[in-house]
């Protein structure tokens, strides 16, 4: 399963509203997460099922979708939240990931 | 706190082989699938393997059957990712990742919940 984010690269400032989205091939049901990686860091999950919040992610951060149409909003972005997002659905084997959004200053 | 520490990362030259590790922490070890999922330089994510509970199921990417193995110990609370024939289309950071899972309308379904700090993996002559 082919999985399509968008856009590429997302210019927003401190305090703005972010909005990415990932698009799959086919269905994937409700069988997505959302990882965050900072510069130089390892990937982080935010947002699995689609909508639920793992631990310990503020609530700034809310999933939604299903089927091949999903979104990832962050309500106010603060400076710790520039970073690369990717989305992945897991309803299939093999497990694929996007490409990655890149939010940026 | 959970934890997993990967190591055996290194310089290999095309066709050679290394292993890697990971050592897990602070959970109960046996109670998880584990995978691996690499990044090439500047590029984004891939799965590259997965094993279950107690070892006796493992699945790759196409790209890497037949030259990868994994395998764990349960005892040693680690998970280990041999590579065989290497390419430079292999070189990557190399995480473990712990595989949470949940079950829905009969089948279980898994996402990677806790991510290493990665081992780099470098192929060339």
């Known amino acids: 399963v082919e999985m399509t984010q968008s856009p590429a690269t997302l210019s927003v400032s401190p305090g703005q509203r972010a909005t990415l989205s990932c698009r799959a091939s086919?269905?994937?049901?409700?069988?997505l997460a959302w990882y965050q990686q900072r510069p130089g860091q390892t990937p982080r999950l935010l947002i699995y099922g689609a909508s639920n919040r793992a631990t310990g992610i503020p609530a700034r951060f809310t999933g939604s979708g299903s089927g091949t149409e999903f979104t990832l909003t962050i309500s106010s972005l603060q400076s710790e939240d520039f970073a690369v997002y990717y989305c992945q659905q897991y309803n299939y084997w093999p497990r694929t990931f996007g490409q990655g959004t890149k939010v940026e200053i | 706190e959970v934890q997993l520490v990967e190591s055996g990362g290194g310089l290999v030259q095309p066709g050679g082989s290394l292993r890697l590790s990971c050592a897990a922490s602070g959970f109960t070890f046996n109670n998880h699938w584990m995978s691996w999922v690499r990044q090439a330089p500047g590029r984004g994510l891939e799965w590259v393997a997965n094993i279950n509970q107690d070892g006796s199921g493992t699945y790759f990417v196409d790209s890497v059957k037949g030259r990868f193995t994994i395998s764990r110990d349960n005892v040693q609370n680690s998970v280990y990712l041999q590579m065989d024939s290497l390419r430079g289309e292999d070189t990557a950071v190399y995480y473990c990742?712990?595989?949470?899972?949940?079950?829905?309308?009969?089948?279980?379904?898994?996402?990677?919940?806790?991510w290493g700090q990665g081992a780099l993996v470098t192929v060339s002559s």
């Open positions: 990742a712990r595989d949470q899972h949940y079950y829905e309308s009969g089948n279980y379904y898994y996402y990677f919940d806790v």
């Open positions: 086919q269905s994937v049901s409700s069988n």
